[in-house]
């Protein structure tokens, strides 16, 4: 799942990043998971990681372990969809380019 299409004219560290997030549902992942899923380097992350917090679309909990969560408005609801989990690449290819 991908974060809404409003969240996506960000740059692609930052969505690649809410992407993963979104992904992860309520589970959150630690930097070193996000470092492991976005292709970028850990200075391009953190820098990412600021402004997405700073724009509260990001929240940041520690309890043992520092966990990032995306902000509920960041998350697509599947039922605005219709309950459609079946994207084609044609669809996909249409949100990334905006068509």
């Given at each position: 799942m991908a974060?809404?299409?409003?969240?996506?004219?960000?740059?692609d560290v930052e969505v690649a990043l809410l992407d993963a997030l979104v992904d992860r549902?309520?589970?959150g992942m630690t930097v070193l998971e996000l470092r492991a899923v976005v292709d970028a380097d850990i200075d391009a992350i953190e820098e990412?990681?600021?402004a997405l917090k700073a724009d509260s679309l990001i929240t940041v909990e520690s309890d043992?372990?520092?966990?990032v969560y995306?902000?509920?408005r960041v998350?697509?609801?599947p039922e605005a969809d219709g309950?459609?989990?079946?994207?084609?690449i044609v669809d996909v290819l249409r949100e990334r380019l905006g068509l």
């Amino acid at each position: 799942m991908a974060a809404k299409p409003e969240y996506r004219d960000r740059p692609d560290v930052e969505v690649a990043l809410l992407d993963a997030l979104v992904d992860r549902g309520g589970e959150g992942m630690t930097v070193l998971e996000l470092r492991a899923v976005v292709d970028a380097d850990i200075d391009a992350i953190e820098e990412a990681l600021s402004a997405l917090k700073a724009d509260s679309l990001i929240t940041v909990e520690s309890d043992d372990r520092v966990r990032v969560y995306p902000h509920d408005r960041v998350v697509p609801d599947p039922e605005a969809d219709g309950g459609r989990t079946d994207r084609g690449i044609v669809d996909v290819l249409r949100e990334r380019l905006g068509l």
